[in-house]
């Protein structure tokens, strides 16, 4: 559900979300100040290389000397869940099938106060659509296979095993009607009656199931 409705609104949401809130920076940190901020905090590391990788949400994730990703948060918010990042990685890394970041390097932005984090870059090819649609057929579904494999692997992760990491246990149904409403508040002046229609028949379609919030609350993925 939140794929689609990503998918369809994710720009509006997120725009609203920053009109809404003053928790999001609104520049990209320049390069001085990232090279700063890790000379600082890890005076035995010099970075010679720098370049933007991209950005979700929540953090811009920098290529530091060709072969380290090192991620800051865009909040004081999002720096209070990197900390719980930082803290469940190692216990679920072995558990799955796939590679993940391993935190080598964690820092503190002195002008921020926020956490940052550096890790070797996990190597290989970004899986896009177009690069999939191009693979031959055995080696699609061997993809898909894996990840399905991850992401159930991820799941298996009960509450109580990653209850030390101060995770939030999420309501579905409060976090999906508050995104409807916001996108009610923010937008619906904006649109046409044809897309209001959508948004409207999407929301409640799910938030009128029942059968959509009757699960064990388990491990999930972030960031977008």
């Given at each position: 559900m939140r794929?689609?409705?990503?998918?369809?609104?994710?720009?509006?949401?997120?725009?609203?979300a920053v009109a809404q809130s003053n928790i999001f920076y609104s520049q990209m940190l320049s390069k001085t100040h990232i090279i700063t901020q890790i000379e600082t905090n890890f005076p035995q590391?010099?970075?010679?290389?720098?370049?933007?990788?991209?950005?979700?949400?929540?953090?811009?994730?920098?290529?530091?000397?060709?072969?380290?990703?090192?991620?800051?948060?865009?909040?004081?918010?999002?720096?209070?869940?990197?900390?719980?990042?930082?803290?469940?990685?190692?216990?679920?890394?072995?558990?799955?099938?796939?590679?993940?970041?391993?935190?080598?390097?964690?820092?503190?932005?002195?002008?921020?106060?926020?956490?940052?984090?550096?890790?070797?870059?996990?190597?290989?090819?970004?899986?896009?659509?177009?690069?999939?649609?191009?693979?031959?057929?055995?080696?699609q579904e061997k993809s898909l296979a894996e990840i399905a494999l991850f992401f159930g692997d991820l799941h298996t992760f009960t509450?109580?095993?990653?209850?030390?990491?101060?995770?939030?246990?999420?309501?579905?149904?409060?976090d999906y009607k508050q995104d409807y409403q916001i996108l009610k508040n923010c937008i619906f002046e904006r649109i046409t009656f044809k897309e209001k229609e959508l948004i409207d028949r999407i929301f409640c379609d799910y938030l009128d199931n029942s059968e959509n919030f009757n699960y064990i609350p388990c491990l999930l993925h972030n960031d977008l």
């Open positions: 794929g689609i409705i990503l998918y369809f609104f994710g720009d509006w949401l997120r725009q609203c590391f010099k970075v010679w290389q720098l370049s933007k990788l991209g950005e979700g949400w929540d953090h811009q994730a920098y290529q530091v000397n060709n072969d380290y990703v090192f991620r800051f948060p865009k909040s004081k918010e999002v720096s209070k869940n990197l900390a719980k990042e930082i803290c469940i990685l190692p216990k679920i890394q072995s558990r799955l099938n796939l590679k993940i970041p391993d935190f080598e390097l964690i820092g503190m932005d002195s002008n921020t106060e926020t956490l940052f984090v550096g890790y070797k870059q996990i190597k290989g090819t970004f899986l896009t659509k177009q690069v999939f649609n191009n693979l031959p057929k055995e080696i509450v109580e095993e990653i209850e030390d990491c101060n995770l939030e246990i999420i309501d579905f149904y409060q």
